[in-house]
């Protein structure tokens, strides 16, 4: 259901765009996110949008990294400016229609974000 890319190594200071693609009946209502694990962490809300537009992020990343969607090719993007070595961690595309049932929650495959100092 959902298929993310993107990712790779990068400097600290640098930018990666993580790319999330979904099918049309999930992008529609779900609301779209982007969570990370780094190793020996838990997982954790990274940012996440709504399907009227609204976004929101975690504090470590506010002003760092934008959530943002194409309604036309159902796909969500993290754009990742200004990367610090903490960022590092596999970050995991999610659709959650926010009912409380995990039989609406949607998770991408991994991909990995390394970046170094």
């Known amino acids: 259901q959902l298929q993310a890319s993107g990712g790779g190594a990068a400097q600290a200071g640098g930018s990666l765009r993580l790319s999330c693609a979904a099918s049309r009946s999930i992008f529609s209502i779900y609301i779209m996110g982007w969570y990370r694990q780094a190793p020996g962490k838990q997982r954790e809300p990274v940012a996440a949008?709504?399907?009227?537009?609204?976004?929101n992020y975690a504090d470590s990343v506010k002003g760092r990294f934008t959530i943002s969607e194409d309604n036309a090719g159902n796909m969500v993007y993290l754009q990742m400016n200004g990367l610090k070595p903490e960022d590092t961690a596999v970050y995991y595309c999610?659709?959650?229609?926010?009912?409380?049932?995990?039989?609406?929650?949607?998770w991408g495959q991994g991909t990995q974000v390394t970046v170094s100092s």
């Open positions: 999610n659709a959650d229609l926010r009912v409380g049932d995990p039989r609406f929650v949607y």
């Open positions: 949008i709504t399907p009227g537009g609204t976004t």
